[in-house]
């Protein structure tokens, strides 16, 4: 690349112009600004309007009790102010603060003041916060606004933008000023194609609200949990512990390694509703990026290589399950789709060198969706059984073999925990049979939805994918006459596969008929959903119809306008992502101070635990955050602490009895006494923990904590070391490869 030097006045405007942008980020930060509510905006169900948009309350149109109340926030712990705005004839009335369905605070109204202040500090982040007016029953009370201020700030999410922006000015200025990273304009030019496919998959999601998926409040949920879990000192994180209620939510069951991001920009006070959107934008940009790299592993030709990126990362199968479903697991593991089928390709008859690419792809998937990781197993095996005498004659199963062993040690640390607690506990997996597998299958005239401005659901391939199959029968079955490689033959299977995945989906296939045999029963309604193979299919189309259009001879004098045509068929997807114009900022210039605070804040969003996974009988009618005593007269209580996963209780009982904590008792936890004996631990109602007191009328305490398995640590230490060693293999590997580079310059030198 052809160093060339940049004016010293150039710098010097670029500089500026970022501390400028810099600042207009800063000024536009709304994290501190008051979340105010007009009486009227207030959520209620009683009570009459009157001309300035207050909410007038009386005896004769209300009784006493809850009615009127702002909606429940997803909050960080810190001190906040909450100002009520009223007037009130008579004494009764109470503000009130409310936390996961228990009140945290309550304050009177006096009917002498028109104004009331209440400061309030959250020990730690809050789930359901909601702030709630308490009619007394007698007397007119008008309600006009009540407003929320933090001390600091509600979220972090404009220092987050301006980190990003810095950071994204200082890549351009090492690429293009001081020329440090040496990239080829053929580079610069893919890695932009890149990032711009990534941006345009994200931009539905630039709006200040979340779309409402199906699956979104439990991804929150699992967000939240997650960084409960952190803060609590788990690492790995096995235990929500103020999931239920603060009975503590399993999370080993399902994968969450790149849920961490979004964790740790949740510590670091970034919103809820930003962090969920910056997992999806990288997850677009790692299904750019991984089609880039699995399909350049393949072909020398750009024209496919940009192809596949644009048609995997808008197939709309990621946008139904981005936008309608809210399945962020399943988009995760779409993201390495690419590189499974590229790496299937090298280990039996590419460069068989690239079994990283397996490797890399299959670890990928099984730490983002279980399902998505047994449908990648079943794939590869059956690809291997096609071409098992190839494997044996070529000794490729030595790579194989090599693939699976490191996929398997990198990935102990959640292996271990997940075959730990799914045999060795009594989980509820009850509501993760679905038995109407045969009603969700596909009418095949569906297959063919590019455009839909009414619906974001899009099981279907959509045309672009379509055009792909067309590509690949042209160029494999009616170019007979020439010669085929074993990368054709590799790829008639994939079109084959593919059509077999798409045919499974639809009401043709006996889905129903098989259904009545016991050992595929259980496999579907494990599966759930037929259309999940649309995700596997769609990548095989994929790599058909990119490497396909570049090779065809039939199709050559046509490529520029295939290419154009497939990709704006794509495009298709994003214009009919349908918007909610209700969802907007602000609805008028006095509510401008609230502007976002209800999306970023994930307002009545709220987290859903699902019953799998839960300790059989842990229904959440049976859950308290309270203790419960057998003998409530019989037993005080001197002091209870939770903090996470550990628990300290300090009590005095007159007889034997028992005692109930907060907490379900998953396998890890352990008691003691305060001489350090170990104590048992029962299960009560709701599967909580349970403990038989002494009645001696002496003080007594109990400690919970819990511990991971000795086995869960020997997993860690393990996939650590695994690790270990591949970087040091990258780094040794490397290094020839610099030394190799030195004395060939050197001898061209001499």
């Known amino acids: 690349m052809q160093t060339r030097e940049i004016p010293t006045k150039n710098k010097i405007i670029y500089i500026v112009a970022v501390c400028f942008i810099t600042l207009l980020l800063w000024l536009d930060n709304e994290g501190s600004s008051p979340l105010v509510y007009a009486g009227t905006k207030l959520q209620h169900s009683v009570g009459l309007i009157d001309s300035e948009s207050s909410l007038v309350l009386s005896d004769s149109v209300a009784v006493n009790g809850v009615v009127a109340g702002t909606p429940r926030y997803i909050m960080n712990k810190g001190t906040y102010t909450a100002q009520l705005n009223y007037v009130a004839e008579e004494e009764g009335s109470v503000l009130e603060l409310w936390e996961q369905g228990r009140k945290a605070a309550a304050w009177e109204i006096d009917p002498l003041q028109t104004q009331l ?11 359901q916060l909601q702030l709630q007016v308490n009619y007394g029953g007698s007397g007119m009370l008008t309600l006009k606004s009540l407003s929320l201020t933090p001390r600091t700030m509600f979220y972090s999410d404009t220092i987050f933008f301006m980190a990003v922006f810095l950071l994204c000015s200082f890549a351009v200025w090492k690429i293009f000023v001081e020329e440090s990273l040496r990239l080829t304009q053929e580079q610069l030019v893919d890695y932009g194609i890149i990032l711009g496919v990534a941006l345009l998959a994200t931009t539905p999601l630039m709006q200040t609200y979340l779309y409402n998926g ?14 409960d879990g952190i803060l609590d000192g788990q690492i790995p994180v096995n235990i929500q512990p103020d999931g239920l209620s603060e009975n503590g939510y399993l999370n080993a069951m399902y994968p969450y ?3 961490y991001i979004g964790a740790f920009l949740r510590i670091c006070r970034v919103s809820i509703a930003l962090s969920y959107k910056v997992l999806i934008f990288l997850a677009n940009l790692g299904s750019a990026v991984c089609a880039y790299a699995a399909v350049k592993s393949m072909s020398k030709s750009r024209r496919s290589v940009i192809l596949a990126v644009v048609l995997y990362t808008l197939m709309p199968y990621r946008f139904t399950n981005i936008f309608s479903r809210g399945d962020l697991g399943e988009t995760l593991a779409l993201i390495f789709w690419p590189l499974v089928i590229a790496g299937m390709y090298h280990v039996i008859m590419g460069e068989r060198k690239r079994w990283y690419y397996l490797v890399i792809g299959f670890s990928g998937i099984l730490q983002s969706h279980i399902l998505s990781a047994a449908f990648a197993a079943v794939i590869c095996l059956i690809t291997a059984l096609v071409w098992c005498i190839r494997i044996v004659k070529e000794k490729r199963y030595i790579e194989i073999g090599k693939a699976a062993g490191i996929t398997v040690l990198l990935n102990m640390w959640y292996m271990a925990p997940f075959v730990y607690y799914y045999f060795g506990e009594s989980l509820s997996t009850e509501t993760l049979r679905w038995s109407g597998y045969f009603e969700q299958s596909i009418n095949p005239s569906n297959l063919t939805q590019s455009f839909s401005p009414y ?10 994918l379509l055009g792909c199959i067309g590509i690949g029968v042209v160029w494999l079955l009616c170019e007979r006459d020439r010669k085929k490689t074993d990368k054709d033959g590799y790829l008639i299977y994939l079109l084959v596969l593919g059509c077999m ?3 499974m989906i639809t009401g043709y296939f006996p889905s129903k008929t098989l259904l009545s045999n016991e050992l595929f029963e259980n496999i579907v309604t494990m599966i759930q959903f037929p259309w999940r193979f649309l995700g596997p299919a769609s990548a095989c189309f994929v790599f058909v119809g990119a490497i396909g259009l570049s090779e065809s001879q039939i199709l050559k004098p046509h490529r520029n306008i295939i290419f154009a045509l497939l990709i704006g068929l794509n495009l298709l997807i994003i214009v ?15 509510a401008a101070a609230s502007k976002g605070h209800d999306s970023k804040l994930a307002a009545n969003v709220g987290l859903f635990y699902p019953h799998e996974w839960r300790i059989e009988g842990a229904s959440d009618d049976k859950l308290t955050s309270s203790v419960v005593i057998s003998e409530q007269n019989s037993v005080q209580i001197r002091q209870y602490q939770k903090k996470g996963t550990k628990a300290v209780l300090v009590y005095t009982a007159d007889k034997d009895c028992y005692i109930e904590l907060p907490m379900l008792s998953y396998i890890g936890y352990r008691a003691y006494d305060e001489t350090g004996s170990r104590l048992t631990i029962e299960r009560g109602t709701g599967a909580r923990m349970r403990f ?11 400690r919970v904590r819990y511990g991971p398995h000795p086995a869960f640590i020997a997993a860690n230490l393990v996939s650590a070391l695994t690790i270990a060693y591949i970087a040091w293999k990258v780094y040794q590997r490397r290094r020839r490869g610099k030394e190799y580079r030195s004395q060939g310059t050197s001898a061209q030198a001499i």
């Not at 918007?579 to 210039?589: I, K, Q, R, V």
């Open 117 to 127: 202040t209440a400061d309030f500090t959250l020990s730690k982040d809050a789930k």
């Open 214 to 227: 199906d699956d979104l409040c439990y991804h929150l949920a699992r967000l939240e949990g997650l960084k």
């Open 257 to 259: 390694l790149f849920l």
């Open 455 to 464: 619906n974001k659901q899009y099981f279907t391939l959509g045309l672009a």
């Open 501 to 503: 995945l798409t045919y």
């Open 576 to 590: 009919s992502v349908p918007t909610d114009n209700s969802h907007m900022p602000y609805e008028n210039a006095e």
């Open 692 to 702: 038989m007191v002494r009645g001696d009328g002496q003080e007594h305490m109990i």
